[in-house]
């Protein structure tokens, strides 16, 4: 029997990846909410309730969901001494990689035999990089990793069909402060205060 646990990083990006992969294994995919990079606690329970919304709605009892609490002290002591690192550097790596980690953990422990993370559909995303730690996670965990390369298009149509929300930052407060900043850039490029 292969079985499927797929980490979904938000709803915009698992639209894509799920509809190639709903009907590939046997029995419902089981789709993984772990993402403690979210900040605050009102944007990552947004984020869920859209994953929810959309698995509801389009794929009714298709498809299982777990949501895995967000242990954000965890994840921001672990990530603290590389805040100020660029996106997609080494604060990003340590971001896939906890969250990698915990889904071939889970997978494990719910006897999947395949993993796979919703991460690489992103273009801000290094997948080569996500996928390479999938590969490694594979041979520690004996779960197969399905290296995605999804269609970022296809969740750009997705989002429009079915109005989800698709949020302007990543996730952690870093990010966040990224945004702000080049919001700040272009207003005063165009001119204005900010
Ligand atoms: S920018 Fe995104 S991937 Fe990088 S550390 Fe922040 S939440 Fe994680």
């Given at each position: 029997m292969n079985k499927l646990l797929l980490?979904?990083?938000?709803?915009?990006?698992?639209?894509?990846?799920?509809?190639?992969?709903?009907d590939k294994f046997d029995g419902p995919v089981t789709v993984l909410f772990y993402n403690p990079n979210i900040a605050p606690q009102a944007e990552h329970d947004k984020r869920l309730g859209e994953v929810e919304r959309y698995l509801k709605g389009r794929?009714?009892?298709?498809?299982?969901?777990?949501?895995?609490?967000?242990?954000?002290?965890?994840?921001?002591?672990?990530?603290?001494?590389?805040?100020?690192?660029?996106?997609?550097g080494v604060r990003c790596t340590v971001c896939y990689f906890l969250r990698l980690?915990?889904?071939?953990?889970?997978?494990k422990a719910?006897?999947?035999t395949h993993a796979a993370t919703t991460l690489t559909v992103s273009p801000h995303k290094d997948a080569k990089r996500l996928n390479s730690m999938g590969?490694?996670?594979e041979k520690r965990y004996g779960v197969s990793y399905l290296t995605g390369m999804w269609e970022y298009a296809r969740t750009l149509e997705l989002?429009?069909?079915y109005a989800i929300y698709r949020q302007n930052y990543c996730?952690?407060?870093a990010?966040?402060?990224?945004?702000?900043?080049?919001?700040?850039?272009?207003?005063?490029?165009?001119?204005?205060?900010p």
């Open positions: 980490h979904a990083c938000c709803a915009p990006c698992l639209t894509a990846p799920l509809e190639r992969l709903v794929y009714g009892t298709a498809v299982d969901l777990i949501a895995l609490p967000p242990d954000r002290e965890a994840f921001d002591a672990t990530t603290a001494p590389f805040a100020d690192t660029d996106e997609r980690r915990r889904t071939f953990e889970e997978a719910r006897g999947m590969l490694g996670l989002c429009r069909e996730g952690c407060t990010s966040m402060r990224e945004r702000d900043e080049r919001r700040r850039e272009h207003k005063e490029k165009k001119g204005g205060r």
